[in-house]
């Protein structure tokens, strides 16, 4: 039922911190089309990841989609791996993801020469190749940084590496609201 494309759609609504947004806003954002929001909007919604809200001023009513982070939390947890495991490619240059940002995985250690990134053309780090979960990812994570954090602890998530998930949740949990 959901789609790669849904769990880049559902951490931007987060990132917005509840703000109004309308369809042709986020599909810029994270360079998408609005059809595609539209429609990764519905399944979160059919997969209780995200809720509607209307609000009525007047003869005026605003849908508001808000997310479920209990839900979210138990989903990036427990499920994101499976559904969605990471794919690794030959070495490239672009943008630092997973243990990649150093930020958010200060005191992490791998193994991996490499740190994993995604192939972009305005990065400039060399590691192994990540496909992210939607190719649109990497150019809509440099334009939102606290979005970039969350898809990069997303792609952790993605890993079967046991000690990078749970290293990777204990920063994803915080940042969602413990």
Known sequence: MLKPQDVMIVLKIVAMHQ?????????LELHMSPSEVHAGVKRLKKCCLLNEMTMGFGTVETKLHLPDIENIKEFLQHGLRYVFPTVTTEPVSGLP????VVHLFEGYHSENSYIPVWEHNVGDYMG?????????????CMDDFQFYELMSL????RSSDD???????QKMNIMLGA
């Open 19 to 27: 703000r109004e947004w309308k369809y042709n806003e986020a599909a």
């Open 97 to 100: 993801t997973s243990y990649g």
């Open 128 to 140: 192994v190749g990540v496909k992210p979960l939607y190719k649109s990812a990497p150019k809509a």
């Open 154 to 157: 997303a792609e952790a998530l």
């Open 163 to 169: 000690k990078l998930h749970g290293y990777a949740w």
